[in-house]
């Protein structure tokens, strides 16, 4: 242990009721007249317990249609209004992956008093972020949490800052630069580096900063958890900001922009190649049935769930129609589309994998990516390629088909990469001290998993076996979608376990996780493993309680 970690392992020990009791320096309405460089603080002021009202929304891109995999974000509690960016999209708020470990989000009406302060950063001429920092007048734990906007920002996430102060955090939100659908920032390159990465940094640099002068104690500890597109933020906050964050949930992982949108696009163009190529929605069924009846017994247990599907070998062709065609079978182009899912987007010239396949057991949820309005409506996908690649806001995906070759050169520019978060040298965090959990679902049709898995291999590569087992672990969850979802043990708290880590050197192992029905029932324990180990059955006991199952490489 390196003597600053070593310090920092003794200033835990330090009562946490020393930051609660403490004075503060600053009354809130004082912090109106700090100053800093590149800020300017709108207005701070105290909210009074229960009284938070979050201003409208500014609207967004289209949302996506439709649930977000059969059943999962719908089957748990409503987001505060606000707290999203409209239909089911609120689930998927940085917080809410595992949902939330099972907890009901907060409501503003149970939010606690604090100082509301607003404010807009402007570290370049042109920037434009605008950020909010809620600071408990009473009770707070000592801690800081970042967070940010989903997919394309645009809005303050007020739902993900809602759960963070409940439980006593001092806590930062932001909009990744730009308010709502605005297109004016896409061709702004200082700004397009603000939503990839700069607007994150400053908005913890000037949070934690006022923290300090309110309570005159800097936090002793600031995370970020975040899952699906808010988790482009949280990666580019240790990939470029190593010390900005002590310990980070990284959640599905659409991080590759560049690259991930040609990924989500594979499954419609595999699927509407022409109209003999078409799988309809009510095909999904029994694809997903034919999988399971394949592969769910491979890793010892058949229960409708598959362990690890990269072992699952099915062939579509299995499913060639005999006779008629019929929603039980699928005729010779849709056994070509479905075998085209299954293998991934490739460059056609040179074979190049582009991106993460989608994987067998993931067929419920292939209608957000293969169905007859996927591409058309699918979030933030299309608007990515008429801004950023084309510059043409009438691009029509079907008129105009999508290159695998040239058009992903033309998506990888140096202009363009910016809004990545893929950088696989994460040495400088690790050395301090940070933790990183990665976290993905096997079933995930709306950011096809494999990367998470690739970006692990990649850290793992660049830093070194021993330096990753020292701050990063991975959990694969089975049959589980964007967050939270699917028919797997799709509850589960990972912020507890990183906490743990952080702040007292315990490291995860397996984690607990459960599968929650709409009626409130729990139906399934099995502990979560960290990649490659996955849950081994013992031989004995039922198949549904997590103490018959362990650990282990197959």
């Given amino acids: 242990m390196t003597a600053s970690r070593a310090l920092r392992h003794v200033l835990i020990i330090l009562p946490a009721i020393a930051f609660r009791t403490n004075a503060m320096a600053a009354t809130c309405e004082s912090l109106?007249?700090?100053?800093?460089?590149?800020?300017?603080?709108?207005?701070?002021?105290?909210?009074?317990?229960?009284?938070?009202?979050?201003?409208p929304p500014v609207p967004l891109f289209p949302p996506p249609p439709g649930n977000l995999g059969r059943g999962g974000a719908g089957r748990g509690p409503q987001a505060p209004a606000g707290g999203g960016r409209g239909g089911n999209a609120p689930a998927l708020g940085g917080v809410e992956i595992g949902h939330f470990g099972g907890r009901p989000r907060a409501t503003y009406q149970e939010l606690p008093a604090f100082c509301r302060v607003i404010a807009t950063l402007t570290p370049t001429p042109t920037s434009d972020i605008r950020t909010e920092l809620w600071l408990p007048t009473a009770g707070w734990n000592g801690k800081f949490i970042g967070t940010t906007q989903n997919s394309m920002g645009g809005n303050i996430p007020y739902g993900s800052m809602a759960n963070a102060l409940r439980d006593g955090f001092a806590v930062m939100g932001e909009d990744t630069g730009h308010q709502g659908a605005a297109t004016d920032w896409v061709d702004d390159q200082d700004r397009r580096i603000d939503f990839g990465h700069r607007a994150i940094h400053e908005t913890t640099v000037f949070g934690k900063t006022v923290a300090d002068t309110f309570y005159t104690k800097a936090p002793t500890f600031s995370y970020i958890r975040e899952c699906g597109g808010a988790t482009t933020a949280a990666l580019a906050a240790i990939q470029n900001y190593p010390s900005d964050y002590d310990g980070v949930i990284a959640g599905a992982f659409p991080t590759y922009w560049t690259r991930q949108t040609f990924g989500q696009m594979w499954p419609w163009y595999a699927t509407h190649k022409d109209q003999a190529s078409y799988v309809p929605p009510v095909k999904y069924a029994a694809i997903h049935a034919e999988v399971l009846k394949k592969c769910d017994a491979l890793d010892g247990v058949r229960d409708g769930v598959i362990e690890n599907p990269t072992r699952c070998h099915w062939d579509p062709q299995e499913m060639l129609c005999r006779g008629a065609d019929s929603n039980a079978c699928l005729t010779q182009p849709q056994v070509e589309a479905v075998r085209k899912i299954y293998e991934g987007p490739v460059n056609p010239r040179t074979g190049e994998k582009?991106?993460?396949?989608?994987?067998?057991?993931?067929?419920?949820?292939?209608?957000?990516?293969?169905?007859?309005?996927a591409a058309g409506g699918f979030f933030p996908t299309v608007p990515f390629f008429r801004l950023f690649v084309f510059h043409d806001p009438t691009w029509d995906y079907a008129k105009r088909p999508l290159d695998f070759d040239k058009d992903v050169a033309r998506a990888n520019t140096p202009d363009l990469l910016v809004l990545n978060a893929i950088k696989p040298d994460i040495s400088e965090f690790v050395d301090r001290g940070g933790k990183l959990i990665l976290v993905n679902g096997w079933s995930n049709a709306i950011v096809p998993p494999g990367y998470t898995i690739d970006?692990?291999?990649?850290?793992?590569?660049?830093?070194?076996?021993?330096?990753?087992?020292?701050?990063?672990?991975?959990?694969?969850?089975?049959?589980?979608?964007?967050?939270?979802?699917?028919?797997?043990?799709?509850?589960?708290d990972m912020f507890s376990p990183l906490q743990n880590w952080v702040e007292h050197g315990k490291a995860p192992?397996?984690?607990?996780?459960?599968?929650?029905?709409?009626?409130?029932?729990t139906s399934r324990t099995r502990p979560l493993c960290p990649y490659p180990q996955e849950a081994i059955y013992k031989g004995s006991g039922s198949t549904d309680d997590a103490s018959n199952f362990a650990c282990g490489v197959r």
């Fill in 509 to 521: 192992q397996s984690v607990g996780a459960s599968r929650v029905e709409p009626d409130g029932r």
């Fill in 32 to 55: 109106n007249s700090k100053v800093l460089p590149h800020v300017r603080i709108a207005s701070a002021s105290v909210v009074a317990a229960g009284a938070f009202e979050p201003p």
């Fill in 455 to 492: 970006y692990y291999n990649n850290v793992q590569l660049t830093i070194g076996k021993r330096a990753t087992e020292e701050g990063v672990r991975l959990y694969m969850v089975p049959d589980m979608s964007e967050c939270l979802g699917g028919a797997g043990t799709d509850t589960f």
């Fill in 354 to 373: 582009i991106h993460s396949p989608l994987f067998r057991g993931s067929e419920l949820s292939w209608e957000i990516l293969a169905g007859p309005q």
